[in-house]
């Protein structure tokens, strides 16, 4: 369906700007009025006798039309024809040689980065204001959409999850996009290395870009595209983080070498930095780890794979693919 993109992009930014003029996601509020009104609407007509049906009609109308805008305006997008394609990137197979090569790359051009990025006296990333960030990474495919067709879109901002940001890190997720209302929604407290890439992975979802590794990869060069130190520090982080981790889980010794080859480095103390990022956002997320995150991520794995993610959620970690092949064709 060739059409399907450029609808399903042309409706999100019809939904994402009406919706703009709340610093935070409607739906996200909308969804707890809903509830709470019609629990007590219920409870009201059972007290004075009237029939209930008229409620559960009516809440069964908004859900379907929520549901029919998800599936038929946006959710087909997971069947698009890959990213790649439309990047004229070359993406395959990789060794583990190639990978370490991408991995060493990501960590030198992140440690360049990471003593210019705002930090406190100890070091530790100093948390910025969360919707200058959303302005910036709602705006943040301008620049590649001039080359790449792909990432034109609206640049409304990023939305606040007020109501469902904090149950979400607690699901093990760190962002959603709902297409009923063309939002990308990103919680307030996510860890300050990532933040950035966060939200540029949520705005790649309103272009379309429905799979989770192309949206990450999106995110990326998104991130690289900025003119904003911060966005392209957490693009270049994040790519390292999806490499190392890919690393350590091929070659533990390897990805454990490295990091002590980075430690003579001229930029040892920039590399330095980036590890220290690493683990401290690594130790972040641990604190919502927990019962509720295993049935979050079952969900959601159900949900790519419905759709035909047949990597369900470790296809968050297929961004390497994309990585390396932009390694390959750039540095």
Same mark, same amino acid.
């Given at each position: 369906?060739? @059409? ?8 999100m930014?019809?939904?994402?700007t009406?919706?703009?003029? %709340?610093?935070?996601?409607v739906?996200d509020?909308? +969804? ?5 009104g019609a ?10 006798g ?5 409620? *559960? ?5 908004v ?11 946006? #959710?087909?997008?997971h069947y #698009?024809p890959?990213l790649?394609?439309?990047?004229? *990137?070359e ?5 583990? /040689?190639?990978?370490e %090569? #991408?991995t060493?790359a990501?960590l030198e051009?992140?440690a ?18 969360? !919707?200058?960030?959303? &302005? ?5 495919y301008?620049?590649?959409a001039?080359?790449y067709?792909? !990432?034109q ?9 007020? =109501?469902w940001g904090e149950?979400?890190?607690y ?5 959603i ?6 939002e ?5 407290n996510c ?11 949520? +705005? $790649?979802?309103?272009l ?6 192309? $949206? ?11 003119d ?10 994040? $790519?390292f $983080?999806?490499? !190392?981790?890919a690393?350590?889980? =091929? /070659?533990?010794e390897r990805a454990?070498a490295l990091?002590d /080859? ?7 103390s920039?590399?330095?930095l980036?590890?220290?990022? @690493? =683990?401290?956002?690594a130790? @972040? ?7 509720f995150e295993?049935?979050g991520?079952q969900?959601? /794995? ?18 390497v ?5 932009? &390694?390959q064709?750039t540095?």
């Open positions: 369906m060739p @059409y399907y993109r450029p609808f399903s992009r042309s409706l930014a019809v939904l994402a009406l919706a703009s003029p %709340a610093p935070f996601a739906w509020i909308v +969804a707890v009025v809903l509830v709470v629990v007590v609407s219920i409870v009201h007509r059972m007290r004075s009237r029939p209930v049906l008229p409620v *559960l009609a009516g809440l069964c109308l859900v379907s039309v929520a549901h029919a805008l998800i599936v038929g305006g946006w #959710a087909l997008n #698009a890959p790649s394609g439309e990047l004229n *990137l993406v395959s197979s990789y060794t583990a /040689d190639e990978l %090569a #991408a060493r990501y051009q992140a360049d980065l990471a003593p210019q990025v705002p930090r406190d006296e100890q070091g530790a990333l100093a948390r910025q204001e969360f !919707f200058e960030l959303a &302005h910036i990474a709602g705006a943040a301008g620049p590649l001039r080359e067709p792909i !990432f879109g609206p640049n409304v901002p990023v939305k606040a999850l007020l =109501v149950p979400l890190l699901s093990g997720h760190t962002g996009f709902f297409a009923a209302t063309g990308s929604g990103v919680p307030l860890s300050v290395a990532d933040t950035p890439f966060i939200m540029c992975h949520e +705005a $790649a979802h309103r379309g870009i429905a799979s989770e590794q192309e $949206a990450n990869f999106a995110a990326y060069l998104a991130c690289s595209a900025s904003d130190v911060r966005f392209c520090y957490a693009g270049s982080y994040s $790519a $983080a999806y490499c !190392f981790n690393l350590y889980r =091929v /070659d533990r454990l990091l /080859d980075a430690a003579t480095w001229e930029n040892a920039g590399a330095a980036v590890w220290g990022d @690493y =683990v401290a956002n130790r @972040y997320y641990e604190a919502y780890d927990g019962p295993k049935v991520q969900v959601n /794995d159900h949900y790519l794979k419905s759709y035909g993610q047949q990597a369900g959620v470790q296809s968050y970690g297929l961004v693919d994309y990585l390396i092949a932009w &390694h064709r540095m």
